[in-house]
C-alpha cells in the first residue's frame, strides 16, 4: 500500500520559517518525482516545487521563488521544503506528491497558518 505522510506544518508569524517533510512507502522512491503543492480555502491547488528523479529541480512558483527550497533524501525517502520569510498569503495545506510514469500519490496535507 503506497502512503505519503506530510508534517511540520503548524503556526507561524510573518518572517518566520517552517520546514516540512514527507516520507513516502509502498514505492520506489528513487523512481518518483516529488512535488509540493498547497491549496487555500477558496482557491484551486497550485504546484509549489518540484524535484525529478534524477535530482533536477523545476522552477519554483513564482510566488516561493528565492523564499522556499525543495530537497529529496533519497536514502531515507523523504523529500523536504524549506520555507523561510513566510508571508500570510503562504497560509494553506500543503499536500506531498509522488508521480512516476503510470500513478500519481498524494498526501493528506498538513496545515501551514501564517499569522501574527
Known amino acids: 500500500q503506497v502512503q505519503l505522510a506530510e508534517s511540520g506544518g503548524g503556526l507561524v508569524q510573518p518572517g518566520g520559517s517552517l520546514r516540512l517533510s514527507c516520507v513516502a512507502s509502498?514505492?520506489?522512491?528513487?523512481?518518483?518525482?516529488m512535488s509540493w503543492y498547497r491549496q487555500a480555502p477558496g482557491k484551486e491547488r497550485e504546484l509549489v516545487a518540484r524535484?525529478?528523479?534524477?535530482?533536477?529541480?523545476?522552477p519554483y512558483a513564482d510566488a516561493v521563488r528565492g523564499r522556499f527550497t525543495i530537497s529529496r533524501d533519497t536514502a531515507k525517502n523523504m523529500v523536504y521544503l524549506q520555507m523561510n520569510d513566510l508571508k500570510p498569503e503562504d497560509s494553506a495545506v500543503y499536500y506531498c506528491?509522488?508521480?512516476?510514469?503510470?500513478?500519481?500519490?498524494w498526501g493528506q496535507g498538513t496545515q501551514v497558518t501564517v499569522s501574527s
Open positions: 506528491q509522488a508521480g512516476g510514469r503510470w500513478a500519481q500519490y
Open positions: 509502498g514505492i520506489t522512491f528513487g523512481m518518483y518525482t
Open positions: 524535484i525529478m528523479n534524477t535530482g533536477g529541480i523545476t
